[in-house]
């Protein structure tokens, strides 16, 4: 193990929420925030002088609830929502006439009453089946079957989930627009992220001149790995190291 590069003043943080910050849970809404996170986010945020966003497929509103009281710089549902500062309002792309098809198309799905949840993003729609894993390959037939006829949407595999959304968003673009406006522009950017969707915006942080930590096992372009959640919170509370990948 390599001593790893902490966080410096004149660096950008940029973080996932699901299995970065948070454990994973059955349900999405069943997640639980260890309380030193808070803490410890609250003192990046004034050592940073603000330049520290959460970039998660989630919406914006439930990282809010989930960190409260804390109010961060956010990028949601993959950069379909952003607040490019915590004293800002929220935008939202609206839902595009193929994600309101498809939802026609979900709503009353049978994998729907055998364990699978349909999660209603707005501009975009996940399908998630931490409850049955066993229905990861029957989810992902429907929603490849789904959408077809759908051309301006792809499919996002993560962890127990598969999500539609329009191509002209990912955690990467996220990043790259942070990165154009105060507190975050001229900083060095850091990405922490432990799923595939992740590593657009690793390789964004990495682009810039700064560096990506993988959590957990995995292929990753980051240039340095965490074991876990908790070392995450390690790392961010300044009790650790990362190891090059």
């Given at each position: 193990m390599?001593?790893?590069?902490?966080?410096?003043?004149?660096?950008a943080?940029?973080?996932?929420f699901d299995?970065?910050?948070?454990?994973?849970?059955?349900?999405?809404?069943e997640v639980q925030v260890a309380?030193?996170?808070?803490?410890?986010?609250q003192q990046l945020q004034t050592r940073l002088e603000g330049a520290v966003a959460v970039i998660s497929g989630r919406p914006i509103a439930q990282i809010d609830d989930f960190l409260a009281p804390l109010h961060l710089p956010a990028a949601g549902l993959h950069g379909l929502e952003h607040r490019m500062a915590a004293d800002r309002d929220v935008l939202r792309d609206e839902p595009s006439?193929?994600?309101?098809?498809?939802?026609?198309?979900?709503?009353?799905?049978?994998?729907?009453?055998?364990?699978?949840t349909l999660e209603d993003k707005g501009p975009a729609i996940a399908m998630h089946y931490r409850a049955a894993p066993e229905l990861e390959a029957?989810?992902?037939?429907?929603?490849?079957?789904?959408?077809?006829?759908?051309?301006?949407?792809?499919?996002?595999?993560?962890?127990?989930?598969?999500?539609a959304k329009p191509f002209s968003s990912d955690k990467g673009y996220a990043v790259r627009a942070f990165l154009e406006q105060?507190?975050?522009?001229?900083?060095?950017?850091?990405?922490?992220g432990d799923d595939v969707t992740d590593e657009d915006g690793i390789a964004a942080a990495q682009d810039a001149g700064g560096f990506g930590i993988k959590v957990g096992a995995g292929n990753t372009g980051a240039l340095h790995r965490l074991k876990d959640v908790a070392a995450v919170h390690d790392w961010l509370a300044g009790r650790t190291t990362v190891s090059e990948t």
């Open positions: 390599n001593d790893a590069p902490q966080l410096e003043p004149d660096m943080l940029f973080l996932d299995g970065t910050l948070t454990e994973l849970a059955p349900r999405p809404e309380g030193e996170v808070v803490s410890s986010l006439p193929d994600i309101r098809a498809l939802k026609g198309l979900l709503k009353n799905a049978d994998l729907l009453k055998r364990g699978a029957e989810v992902v037939a429907l929603m490849k079957e789904a959408l077809k006829g759908l051309p301006a949407l792809h499919l996002v595999h993560g962890k127990m989930v598969v999500e105060p507190p975050f522009k001229g900083r060095r950017p850091v990405f922490i």
